[in-house]
């Protein structure tokens, strides 16, 4: 009898053991996961410390450049360069101090996604000094609410240089090196709505994918959701700078990033981004960055894997 019980005995401890291990991944993996809500360090930072990822040394790279409350993204392979955007003229001159950095001396293409100054100011500056092989800005749409003043300086910035103007398309495609750009939106101009004429872009590189989205809202959220486009990203770029008119339920489901990317300036007036869309982002899963708290965002990625890297 006395053998029966001692093999119960260590059957019972065993048994507790097991619990207990099982316990504690339990709950150190849902404490992880609530980390990067608190502004700590999650899995994907926990695995870079501790050499389970290591850095990714060569490929792609996507830059979400701080320039306050605007928006300015950079993509980079092999030494070619594409840029989205240009931020306020307000942080021009940052703007353009972090691409001579990169040693950038020309782009293969430059994007104006709408005509709002707080993605455009910045632009007459940089293709003053960098020129572009190619420049997308489409071809009309958003009455009052284009900003002249900003739209005029582009215009002038690009015709020095001898280029011309090509709207971005849906459907179309470009490449730089092993970057697939496919332009999603917008499906048509809309006169009352200039945010609604965003060119929106998914860059692919391998099974990496990044989804730009300018300010597009919610309307043309819902005309790409309509098309038959596969929205699969890693990456989201929260359109609006985070604003409740974008990042719907149904754009972020299609999307189902890894990362979300807030484009935003400190102690802003319009509070972006908003509690709401915040509120989405963590439901779908996704880690949140932005910029006005991680200034510059930089993802690196060899098609397979991705690293990310901040300012702060």
Not at 13 to 31: D, E, G, P, W
């Amino acid at each position: 009898m006395a053998r029966k019980r001692k093999k119960t005995t260590r059957k019972k401890a065993a048994a507790f053991v097991t619990a207990y291990i099982l316990l504690a991944v339990v709950i150190i993996s849902a404490a992880v996961s609530i980390l990067p809500r608190w502004g700590l360090p999650g899995w994907n930072n926990i695995y870079r410390a501790t050499g389970l990822v290591g850095n990714v040394t060569q490929g792609g790279e996507v830059h979400f450049i701080d320039v306050g409350q605007g928006d300015s993204v950079l993509l980079s392979d092999a030494d070619e360069f594409i840029l989205i955007d240009g931020g306020p003229k307000a942080s021009q001159t940052q703007l353009l101090d972090y691409l001579r950095g990169r040693g950038i001396t020309r782009f293969e293409a430059v994007f104006a996604t709408h005509l709002h100054e707080d993605h455009i100011g910045g632009l007459a500056l940089v293709l003053s000094e960098f020129p572009s092989k190619s420049v997308y800005i489409h071809d009309g749409g958003g009455g009052s609410e284009k900003d002249t003043k900003a739209v005029t300086n582009l215009l002038a910035a690009i015709a020095s240089q001898g280029l011309s103007c090509s709207p971005p398309k849906p459907g179309e495609d470009l490449t730089l090196n092993r970057f697939e750009l496919r332009i999603l939106a917008p499906p048509a101009n809309d006169e009352s709505n200039e945010n609604n004429n965003s060119t929106v872009i998914k860059a692919q590189y391998g099974k990496i994918a990044f989804m730009l989205t300018g300010d597009a809202e919610k309307e043309s959220e819902t005309a790409i959701l309509n098309s038959s486009a596969d929205l699969s990203a890693t990456v989201l770029k929260l359109g609006h700078h985070g604003s409740k008119t974008s990042t719907t339920e149904a754009f972020l489901k299609a999307v189902a990033p890894l990362y979300a990317i807030a484009c935003c300036g400190k102690s802003n007036s319009y509070g972006h981004p908003h509690s709401e869309v915040c509120a989405r982002v963590e439901r779908a899963g996704a880690e949140l960055l932005r910029t006005d708290m991680n200034g510059t965002v930089v993802f690196y990625t060899d098609g397979e894997h991705l690293d990310v890297k901040t300012a702060a």
